[in-house]
């Protein structure tokens, strides 16, 4: 996967988290932007997910296996373990975004 790649993948975490934490500092009293701000969270974090899985995908496309004296060697590339975390953090935010985005008004005002 190159670079660029890479980090369209950061770009896109990090723009989620920082619309979201913008928008819950300059939203009004009703919390309505913070709130969709959780949606856009969400689609940012599933994108970067789907960006992680496609690299994963094209790595697993690309391993070759050898046959060298009827025994197998394989050859498997592997990425960095820095996508784990990018798989995480994406999860971390689909939650959190999704919460935001069901009950982010309720810090605004009370929804009980």
Known sequence: ????????????LTIALAF???SYLTTGSDGIWFSRSGSIMVLLAVIAEFQVNNARMSTAETSSSLEIGG????YKR?????YNAFTIIAHIEIISGTVIWG??????KSCM
């Open 78 to 82: 592997e990425l960095s373990p820095r």
């Open 71 to 74: 025994s197998g060697i394989v």
């Open 103 to 108: 009950y982010g008004d309720c810090l605004f």
């Open 20 to 22: 979201c934490i913008y």
């Open 1 to 12: 996967m190159s670079m660029i790649k890479k980090h369209n993948i950061e770009i896109l």
